[in-house]
């Protein structure tokens, strides 16, 4: 990766109405759902918005989600002004969708998914908008057991065998963790998930560009439901 990260955006300014817009870093007022019940405010810090997603999991992991997805109320406040707690880097897998996973709604989450959470200028740039546009607290990079971008790059070295076109990069990035991971006992595939998310959670931590973030990695369980922090 390069060392010297550009700006994906400016920030954009807005006219704002009261309860739309609050000043950066401040959760906007709380919209209210057509049942009438308030939505919370959005966390402030890391520190209360990792709280809040792990407390989201649990609930979609229970199967008793309580976050609404489609308030017509709460989509037009929304349209003043967004005020996301929290950015998720994660798999493009379509069992791992950030938003059901931590029992979030519209304008929650600022979501970036790529294939075995990889790494590019795109996705570093995109990360920069929430840190320093958005003044969004945390950063999750979100793995998961049975990757497919993992099992590719384990087939690759197993057998040689090219891996055709663009899929190449993901296999080259991921093949540092299965190369460091390949003679632990157990499962290969998961060794791999779990070093290359905390790779990529490192490199995040790493860049200037996102020293006001706390960035944590975490692993989900498709047959939990659960999310876990990886040390």
């Known amino acids: 990766m390069a060392s010297n990260r550009r700006a994906f955006l400016t920030a954009t300014a807005t006219a704002a109405t009261a309860t739309a817009v609050g000043a950066p870093g401040v959760a906007a007022t709380p919209a209210t ?113 049975r990757c497919g971008a993992v099992a590719a790059t384990l087939g690759r070295l197993r057998t040689g065998a090219p891996v055709p076109g663009h899929l190449e990069l993901l296999v080259e990035e991921i093949t540092p963790a299965a190369r460091r991971t390949r003679a632990l006992p157990g499962d290969w595939a998961e060794h791999t998930m779990r070093a290359h998310t905390a790779w990529v959670r490192d490199a995040i931590r790493a860049d200037p560009a996102f020293a006001r973030a706390s960035v944590v990695a975490a692993r989900f369980d498709l047959d939990s439901g659960l999310v876990a922090l990886l040390p």
């Open 33 to 145: 759902a057509d049942t009438g019940r308030p939505l919370s405010p959005a966390p402030a810090t890391a520190t209360a918005a990792l709280d809040e997603l792990l407390a989201g999991n649990r609930r979609y992991a229970a199967g008793r989600p309580r976050r609404p997805h489609d308030i017509v109320g709460h989509r037009r406040l929304l349209a003043g002004g967004q005020h996301p707690f929290a950015v998720v880097l994660g798999c493009i897998d379509s069992r791992v969708v950030p938003e059901l996973v931590f029992d979030q709604g519209l304008g929650d989450l600022l979501c970036i998914r790529t294939a075995g959470q990889v790494l590019d200028e795109a996705v570093l740039g995109s990360i920069q908008y929430g840190v320093e546009e958005l003044r969004v607290p945390l950063v999750v990079v979100l793995g998961h057991e």
